[in-house]
T-cell receptor, first 113, second 114 residues
Framework: RKEVEQDPGPFNVPEGATVAFNCTYSNSASQSFFWYRQDCRKEPKLLMS???SGNEDGRFTAQLNRASQYISLLIRDSKLSDSATYLC??????????????FGKGTMLLVSP | DTEVTQTPKHLVMGMTNKKSLKCEQHMGHRAMYWYKQKAKKPPELMFVYSYEKLSINESVPSRFSPECPNSSLLNLHLHALQPEDSALYLCASSPSGQLGSPLHFGNGTRLTVT
């Protein structure tokens, strides 16, 4: 069984803080990784893909550590609007030859004034 | 705004009803998915269609029946559901269904079975 694990939180941080989330995955053959953001009672929305060399998009930085089988998301200068649940997703090949996403349970972030 | 459209947004149905959930995308994506998400849980895969063929069925009970009429449409037919089937049903699409393709989700249908 492929596992994707995240600390559920919540992470309570003040505006302007830097916060980091980790996500571990069990399948060493996993190839692609993503971070999604999900607001309460809404659908998950793709935040960013995670590349082997690490990648940055504005205040968000994603890192991949294949040796330790974890990915991370760093949010700098937190805004109130960053409050949401952040889902880690791992892309695996099924026996059928098609790929699917397996999600972690998500980490809740609450940014306060 | 999402480019994957799901209808209806909300649905309440009895255990003897038959209803259908609909999903549409016009991004030219060739893979479409149904996920189920219960409160405070991650989305769980139900079905995958690739090039209009059912490629993955994650041991979903037969009271859920998917249908892919064409490359832009995906339906989920519901019959004789149980209260524990109440959840957010999410449709998603991706360009090819191959590794490295992120999924793009619709707004979801919030289903309540009474």
């Amino acid at each position: 069984r492929k596992e994707v694990e995240q600390d559920p939180g919540p992470f309570n941080v003040p505006e302007g803080a830097t916060v980091a989330f980790n996500c571990t995955y069990s399948n060493s053959a996993s190839q692609s990784f993503f971070w999604y953001r999900q607001d309460c009672r809404k659908e998950p929305k793709l935040l960013m893909s995670v590349y082997s060399s690490g990648n940055e998009d504005g205040r968000f930085t994603a890192q991949l550590n294949r040796a330790s089988q974890y990915i991370s998301l760093l949010i700098r200068d937190s805004k109130l609007s960053d409050s949401a649940t952040y889902l880690c997703a791992v892309n695996d090949l099924m026996n059928s030859g098609y790929s699917t996403l397996t999600f972690g349970k998500g980490t809740m972030l609450l940014v306060s004034p | 705004d999402t480019e994957v459209t799901q209808t209806p947004k909300h649905l309440v149905m009895g255990m003897t009803n038959k209803k259908s959930l609909k999903c549409e995308q016009h991004m030219g994506h060739r893979a479409m998915y149904w996920y189920k998400q219960k409160a405070k849980k991650p989305p769980e895969l139900m079905f995958v269609y690739s090039y209009e063929k059912l490629s993955i069925n994650e041991s979903v009970p037969s009271r859920f029946s998917p249908e892919c009429p064409n490359s832009s449409l995906l339906n989920l037919h519901l019959h004789a559901l149980q209260p524990e089937d109440s959840a957010l049903y999410l449709c998603a699409s991706s360009p090819s269904g191959q590794l490295g393709s992120p999924l793009h989700f619709g707004n979801g249908t919030r289903l309540t079975v009474t």
